[in-house]
């Protein structure tokens, strides 16, 4: 069974940054595509970024476009959310979530994905 693990989140202030980490517990990390959400209070989950691989991050909230950066490390089977610029707004549980076999493939669906990490709290304060 593969496990996500997720770290990272915690409480920062207005304007500064975190980074998210999600640990791919087995297979190989370029056999997955990997997504990320959020789900804030009274709200639904909402996708953020989708990194199939071998194709080009897509961003998906324009609100995060040039603040946040998905990217990969193979060697480590992690992926990672690097959150610039930080707003009250980004406030919210963030999610990892991964499905293998679809390289090149991606979406902003959270059902679609196969394995889900448990999530991390987010809260930036103003």
């Known amino acids: 069974q593969v496990q996500l693990v997720e770290s990272g989140g915690g409480l920062v202030q207005f304007g500064g940054s975190l980074r998210l980490s999600c640990a791919v517990s087995?297979?190989?990390?370029?056999?997955?595509?990997i997504g990320w959400f959020r789900q804030a209070p009274g709200k639904e989950r909402e996708g953020i970024a989708c990194?199939?691989?071998?194709?080009?991050?897509?961003y998906y909230l324009d609100s995060v476009k040039g603040r946040f950066t998905a990217s990969r490390d193979a060697a480590r089977n992690m992926a990672f959310l690097q959150m610039n610029s930080l707003e009250p707004d980004d406030t919210a549980v963030y999610y990892c979530?991964?499905?293998?076999?679809?390289?090149?493939?991606?979406?902003?669906?959270?059902?679609?994905?196969?394995?889900r990490g448990q999530g991390t709290q987010v809260t930036v304060s103003e």
């Open positions: 979530a991964a499905k293998r076999g679809v390289r090149g493939v991606c979406s902003a669906s959270f059902r679609w994905y196969t394995y």
């Open positions: 087995s297979g190989t990390l370029d056999d997955y595509t």
């Open positions: 990194d199939s691989s071998t194709t080009r991050v897509l």
